[in-house]
């Protein structure tokens, strides 16, 4: 059974950092493309980031360009996201995800709260 787990979410004032860990079992996505999305409140879903599977390639939205980092550790499973300098904005649920495709997504965790107070 696949399983991604998501971990290090939690509160913090805006300009803190915070960094999530998504852990998988269950088989390898060693040569997956990883990704990053979040969801807020009353708000669909929306892509973060993402990274190929030997992370020489990254994908950022615009909102968290220059402040959030995917990385990934294909030893441990593990895709990271250090997000540096947050906004109120960036308050959401985090998910990872596995890369099927260019844009398509499967096997998905079930989210780590992130808080961000002004």
């Known amino acids: 059974q696949v399983l991604l787990v998501e971990s290090g979410g939690g509160s913090v004032q805006a300009g803190g950092s915070l960094r999530l860990s998504c852990a998988a079992s269950g088989r390898t996505f060693s040569t997956n493309a990883m990704g990053w999305f979040r969801q807020a409140p009353g708000k669909e879903r929306e892509f973060v980031a993402r990274i190929n599977r030997n992370s020489a390639i990254k994908y950022y939205a615009d909102s968290v360009k220059g402040r959030f980092t995917i990385s990934r550790d294909n030893a441990k499973n593990t895709v990271y996201l250090q997000m540096n300098s947050l906004k109120p904005e960036d308050t959401a649920v985090y998910y990872c995800?596995?890369?099927?495709?260019?844009?398509?997504?499967?096997?998905w965790g079930q989210g780590t709260q992130v808080t961000v107070s002004s």
């Open positions: 995800a596995v890369a099927v495709g260019a844009t398509t997504y499967d096997y």
